[in-house]
């Protein structure tokens, strides 16, 4: 696994418990997660 890859598994985490704490809908972490995940050039993608 790349740093990227490990990066963002660590950060759909924290999405994650964002939306389970009610601080944004799901489909905001989606469209969050998959603009991170460009942005940092991970190439695995967590579904919600």
Same mark, same amino acid.
């Given at each position: 696994? %790349?740093? &990227? ?10 999405? $994650?418990?964002?939306? @389970?704490?009610?601080?944004? %809908?799901? &489909? ?10 460009? $942005?940092?050039?991970? @190439? ?5």
């Amino acid at each position: 696994m %790349t740093s &990227a890859n490990l990066d963002y598994c660590g950060i759909v985490k924290l999405i $994650r418990a964002l939306v @389970d704490a009610n601080a944004c %809908t799901e &489909a905001e972490a989606q469209k969050v997660a998959r603009r991170i995940a460009a $942005r940092i050039g991970a @190439d695995i993608l967590f579904p919600f």
